[in-house]
Structures are given as structure tokens and as C-alpha cells.
């Protein structure tokens, strides 16, 4: 029987009365109070009367879709998490839910094990009827317990002396992680607004960025602004790990599975387990792992090397490349069902040259990082020259680069001030542009504008990608227009294959009336 547990309402909306009874009899075992409806309209109308702690619904209704409860919610800044149930293989709805805002998805048919395990990861606790055989394998209890590694022989002890809230310190972790993004630029404050929204939901999160630009830092932040924050963060850099290693060091092992594995070992999904598993470099992995990867994040679960069965776990993916992913796609590099699984919502994180005025916080806190680690007082400060110096330069290396830049003038400098001299940088690097020391401070409420080849000022795109978007899409329409919808015509006019031009017109949503059989397959 349940044991014990914090009073968490649910409500479930399905419109097959057999599968409702299935799902109330599996919560009500596990402690939950629950309610049932069979429509949008009935789920609408209980959600209206009184709050829950999470909604799980289906995706088909009689009179909608379980994406119309999502929106309302969102709409009513509601803080309910979702989980939403579609049919076996709709990859689209699935990712189309996790965009909508939904915290995880199920697939059906719904294995009841998993079900309790989602539920219990939604409401941030443990399913009260799980064999206690596999205790390593399920999130703890993070309302009791500080942070710590799952280890296979136990769970995490309590703690010996009063402690915190587990509220208190997620609350500390998210302020921090959120500190550690300096920068009030607009690039940094929309990177912020993605981090506190993502952070809600098990979708999972690619990184897209320059190296240098910070992007492991975003992904430790997306983990302690969630719900994750008390269990681990584990940060894998994929390009790092010998191809022969890859399977071993993801899933963990069995002893005697090889030569030399005397034990047993974890891989890195299960000491993710109950966290976040941050895979950095992604697109650098091989064809065979990243078939096993995708296998994985499907099924929730990961077989070690040497083992006869999966064992499950619950770990949220979040990813980041520098790579275009969709080149590499379209050259066969990468595979397209594990890139749209991970590339459900994609943060750009934006290289130093695009946020100038970002440049003097980021350069203090630096400067301050180093001083103290080098044990040298007072803190040096740059001077408006030096300033103006680095602002010169276009920073390939990004913030990586300005930090190594700023260790070697400390050095150099041998006093309170940083000046130009002591950087560095050859004129030939630096380009033509001045600036003023309010343009490096950043200049609050100064309205961004392009000049046009007229000379107008037009107002530049709010969302840079989406505007790009358009802009290709408007092209890819005239192409396929003047060649009357033959995509091969059309994309040989602007250089792209056949497969450029498919992914393209799928990835910007265009369709056409199927030409004639002259295109090929």
C-alpha cells in the first residue's frame, strides 16, 4: 500500500473511460488525490473550480486537443505541470506539447511504471508503490534530503542537523545561476527569459553557440532554476571521449562485460539519474552512438554494457554544439530523428562581439574571479583606454578569450590599473570603430536601429532568427513560383540539392502540389 505522502491533487482528462479507470486506480494507489474528466470542455471546467498540482491529459479529444488545456493554462498563468499522453510514434505532437509548455509526455501504450515515475518526477517526488530494489534508479525525496550524487547501495542520507528548505535553497541556487549570466544587454536578457521559461518542463534544450560563448553556464543555470536544482548536474563534453569508450562511459558497465572491468561502474545517464545530463559538443558524437543515444531518450532507459536488461531512468537532456546541425543533417552526419528530438527548443546564446555592452560587467567580474584566485589586492581596474582597446577587437574566442586576455595583462600590469599597454593587441587585429565609455556601460532604453542602403533608420528584428526565417522562406516561395513548384528546378537555381530544398521547405513549413516524377526520390 502508499506510504505517507504530501496531499498532491491531480486531475486526468481522457475521453476512453477504461483508461481513466486504469489511471485513477495507479494514483490513488500512490497516494494522490485525483479528479477525471473526458473532454476539454469537462477538464476546462474543473480546472476553473479549483487548482491541481499537475493535469495529465491526452493529446485526442472529442471536442479539442490536449494542447487547448495547455494554452488556457498558460493563458491564466496558471502553475499547474502537464504531462501529456499521444499515441505511439507522433514525434511532431510530442514535441509540439513540449513547446506548448507541457513539463513531459508519455507514450501510448502507457507503461504504468513510467507513468508513476513521471508523475512522481513532475510533482518532484517518489513513487510510493516502486519495488525498493532499484532505489538508485528513481528521484529522491528533495524535500527532505540536501543535494547529493545517487549512489547503487543506498539512498541519500538525510541530513544530521536542521538544514535549509529545499525551497530556501533552490531559491539561493537559481538567484546565482542566474548571477553568473552577467550582462544586462537585450541578447542577455532574452537568453534569461528562456532559461526561467524551459526550466519548467522536461523538454529537452540545444545550445547553440560559438565556443567560448558560455553555453555550459546556460545549461547550469536551466538546472538550478528547475525543480532539478537539489539533484545532479552532470556535464559531459562529447568530443572528449574515445569512440570505443562512448558506450561504456553513457551507460555504464557490468563487471566482466570487457577486459579490464573489474566492477561495476555507472555510466553518465544513471549518476545524472533524478537530474540534468548536459551533453556538450553533441554534434561531434558518432553515427553508431548517436543511434544508441536516441534509442535511450525514446525509451527512458539505458541496458550497461554486459547487462541483459534496461534499467530506467530520469534524467532531463539538455545539449549544445557549435556546429549547424542542420548542415550537418543534410550531410549525413548527423541523424534527423535524433536532431528533432533534441532541438525541441534551441537558445542561442550569443558570441561577446553581438553584446559590446555587456563587455565591461563581464571583464570586472573577470578580472574580479582572477585577483582573488591569484591572492592580489586591490582588484585591478581597467582604464576607459583599455576598455575602448578591447571593445576593438571581434573576440573569436569569446569570453574564453577575453579571460585568458585579461590573466595576461594582470600579470603584466603589476599595479591597480589595466591599461591598453598591458593587453597587448597587435592594431592590425582591431577594427576602425569608437566607442564612448556610456556605449561599453550600455545605453538603458537606447532604441536599437539599422541604417538603410537609403539612409532611413529601420528598427532592427526583435527576434533575429524568426526575421531571417521569413526572409528564406519569402525567397525559397519565389524560386519554387518562377519553376512551377519543381523543387529540383527551383533549389539547383540557388545551389541546393534536392535534400537542401526538402529540408528547408520542411523546416519553414512550405508545401507544394507534387510536380512531376522528374525530381527523383
Given at each position: 500500500?502508499?506510504?505517507?505522502?504530501?496531499?498532491f491533487?491531480?486531475?486526468?482528462v481522457?475521453?476512453?473511460?477504461?483508461?481513466?479507470?486504469?489511471?485513477?486506480?495507479t494514483?490513488?494507489?500512490?497516494?494522490?488525490?485525483?479528479?477525471?474528466?473526458?473532454?476539454?470542455?469537462?477538464?476546462?471546467a474543473?480546472?476553473k473550480?479549483?487548482?491541481?498540482?499537475?493535469?495529465?491529459?491526452?493529446?485526442?479529444l472529442?471536442d479539442g486537443?490536449?494542447?487547448?488545456?495547455l494554452?488556457?493554462l498558460?493563458?491564466?498563468?496558471r502553475?499547474?505541470?502537464?504531462?501529456?499522453?499521444?499515441?505511439?510514434?507522433?514525434?511532431e505532437?510530442a514535441?509540439?506539447?513540449?513547446?506548448?509548455g507541457?513539463y513531459?509526455?508519455?507514450?501510448?501504450?502507457?507503461?504504468?511504471?513510467?507513468?508513476?515515475?513521471?508523475?512522481?518526477?513532475?510533482?518532484?517526488?517518489?513513487?510510493?508503490?516502486l519495488?525498493?530494489?532499484?532505489?538508485?534508479?528513481?528521484?529522491?525525496?528533495?524535500a527532505?534530503?540536501?543535494?547529493?550524487?545517487?549512489?547503487?547501495?543506498?539512498?541519500?542520507?538525510?541530513?544530521?542537523?536542521?538544514?535549509?528548505?529545499?525551497?530556501?535553497?533552490?531559491d539561493?541556487?537559481?538567484?546565482?545561476?542566474?548571477?553568473?549570466?552577467v550582462?544586462?544587454?537585450?541578447?542577455?536578457?532574452?537568453?534569461?527569459?528562456?532559461?526561467?521559461k524551459?526550466?519548467?518542463?522536461?523538454a529537452?534544450v540545444?545550445?547553440h553557440?560559438?565556443s567560448?560563448?558560455?553555453?555550459?553556464?546556460?545549461a547550469?543555470?536551466?538546472?538550478?532554476v528547475?525543480?532539478?536544482?537539489a539533484?545532479?548536474?552532470i556535464?559531459?563534453?562529447?568530443?572528449?571521449?574515445?569512440?570505443?569508450?562512448?558506450?561504456?562511459?553513457?551507460?555504464?558497465?557490468r563487471?566482466?562485460?570487457?577486459t579490464?572491468?573489474?566492477?561495476?561502474?555507472?555510466?553518465?545517464?544513471?549518476?545524472?539519474?533524478?537530474?540534468?545530463?548536459?551533453?556538450?559538443e553533441?554534434?561531434d558524437?558518432?553515427l553508431?552512438?548517436?543511434s544508441?543515444?536516441?534509442r535511450?531518450?525514446?525509451e527512458?532507459s539505458?541496458?550497461?554494457v554486459?547487462?541483459?536488461?534496461?534499467?530506467?531512468?530520469?534524467?532531463?537532456?539538455?545539449?549544445?554544439?557549435h556546429?549547424?546541425?542542420?548542415?550537418?543533417?543534410?550531410?549525413?552526419?548527423?541523424?534527423?530523428?535524433?536532431?528533432?528530438?533534441?532541438?525541441?527548443?534551441?537558445?542561442r546564446?550569443?558570441?561577446?562581439?553581438?553584446?559590446?555592452?555587456?563587455?565591461r560587467?563581464i571583464?570586472?567580474?573577470?578580472?574580479?574571479?582572477?585577483?582573488q584566485?591569484a591572492g592580489v589586492?586591490p582588484?585591478?581596474v581597467?582604464?576607459?583606454?583599455?576598455?575602448?582597446?578591447?571593445?576593438?577587437?571581434?573576440f573569436?574566442?569569446?569570453?574564453r578569450?577575453?579571460?585568458?586576455?585579461?590573466h595576461?595583462?594582470?600579470?603584466?600590469?603589476?599595479?591597480?590599473?589595466?591599461?591598453a599597454?598591458?593587453?597587448g593587441?597587435?592594431?592590425?587585429?582591431?577594427?576602425?570603430?569608437?566607442?564612448?565609455?556610456?556605449?561599453?556601460?550600455g545605453?538603458?532604453?537606447e532604441?536599437?536601429t539599422v541604417?538603410?542602403?537609403?539612409?532611413?533608420?529601420?528598427?532592427?528584428p526583435?527576434d533575429?532568427?524568426?526575421?531571417l526565417?521569413?526572409?528564406?522562406?519569402?525567397?525559397?516561395?519565389?524560386?519554387?513560383?518562377?519553376?512551377?513548384?519543381?523543387?529540383?528546378?527551383?533549389?539547383?537555381?540557388?545551389?541546393?540539392?534536392?535534400?537542401?530544398?526538402r529540408?528547408?521547405?520542411?523546416?519553414?513549413h512550405?508545401?507544394?502540389?507534387?510536380?512531376?516524377?522528374s525530381?527523383?526520390?
Open positions: 500500500m502508499s506510504t505517507a505522502a504530501p496531499a491533487s491531480l486531475l486526468v481522457d475521453d476512453e473511460p477504461d483508461l481513466r479507470t486504469l489511471y485513477e486506480l494514483l490513488l494507489r500512490e497516494g494522490y488525490e485525483l479528479d477525471t474528466a473526458g473532454s476539454v470542455e469537462d477538464g476546462l474543473r480546472l473550480a479549483r487548482r491541481y498540482s499537475a493535469v495529465i491529459t491526452d493529446m485526442r472529442p486537443s490536449g494542447l487547448d488545456i494554452r488556457w498558460e493563458q491564466q498563468g502553475q499547474e505541470k502537464t504531462l501529456v499522453i499521444t499515441a505511439y510514434g507522433s514525434a505532437n514535441v509540439e506539447a513540449l513547446k506548448a507541457a513531459d509526455y508519455l507514450t501510448k501504450p502507457v507503461d504504468l511504471r513510467q507513468f508513476r515515475m513521471v508523475v512522481a518526477s513532475a510533482l518532484g517526488r517518489m513513487p510510493a508503490s519495488p525498493s530494489v532499484v532505489p538508485s534508479q528513481l528521484p529522491s525525496e528533495a527532505t534530503q540536501e543535494p547529493t550524487l545517487p549512489t547503487p547501495r543506498a539512498p541519500a542520507p538525510l541530513p544530521r542537523k536542521a538544514a535549509p528548505s529545499a525551497q530556501a535553497l533552490a539561493t541556487r537559481a538567484a546565482t545561476a542566474l548571477d553568473r549570466l550582462g544586462d544587454s537585450l541578447a542577455m536578457q532574452q537568453v534569461r527569459a528562456l532559461i526561467e524551459v526550466a519548467r518542463s522536461m529537452p540545444l545550445l553557440g560559438e567560448g560563448t558560455g553555453k555550459e553556464l546556460v547550469r543555470a536551466i538546472h538550478d528547475s525543480a532539478r536544482s539533484q545532479p548536474f556535464a559531459v563534453n562529447c568530443g572528449a571521449i574515445p569512440e570505443q569508450l562512448l558506450e561504456a562511459e553513457f551507460f555504464g558497465y563487471k566482466g562485460a570487457f579490464g572491468a573489474s566492477e561495476d561502474r555507472e555510466g553518465f545517464f544513471q549518476a545524472a539519474n533524478g537530474g540534468t545530463l548536459f551533453l556538450d553533441i554534434g558524437l558518432p553508431a552512438m548517436q544508441k543515444l536516441l535511450a531518450l525514446q527512458r539505458v541496458r550497461p554486459g547487462a541483459v536488461v534496461e534499467a530506467p531512468v530520469n534524467v532531463r537532456l539538455l545539449s549544445a554544439t556546429k549547424d546541425l542542420a548542415l550537418e543533417v543534410g550531410a549525413g552526419r548527423f541523424r534527423q530523428d535524433l536532431y528533432y528530438r533534441l532541438n525541441v527548443i534551441q537558445i546564446v550569443p558570441p561577446l562581439r553581438e553584446r559590446i555592452e555587456d563587455l560587467p571583464s570586472e567580474r573577470v578580472l574580479t574571479r582572477i585577483a584566485d589586492t582588484v585591478p581597467l582604464t576607459a583606454a583599455a576598455l575602448a582597446q578591447l571593445a576593438r577587437y571581434a573569436p574566442g569569446n569570453v578569450e577575453l579571460e585568458n586576455l585579461l595576461r595583462a594582470l600579470a603584466l600590469s603589476g599595479g591597480e590599473r589595466i591599461d599597454d598591458d593587453l593587441l597587435p592594431e592590425s587585429l582591431l577594427d576602425d570603430a569608437e566607442f564612448t565609455p556610456s556605449e561599453l556601460g545605453l538603458p532604453g532604441a536599437n541604417v538603410a542602403p537609403g539612409g532611413a533608420e529601420q528598427p532592427l526583435s533575429l532568427a524568426a526575421y526565417d521569413e526572409v528564406e522562406r519569402g525567397i525559397l516561395i519565389r524560386a519554387l513560383e518562377q519553376h512551377r513548384n519543381n523543387r529540383t528546378a527551383a533549389g539547383a537555381s540557388m545551389g541546393l540539392s534536392l535534400r537542401q530544398m529540408y528547408r521547405m520542411a523546416r519553414l512550405i508545401t507544394v502540389g507534387e510536380s512531376d516524377g525530381e527523383g526520390l
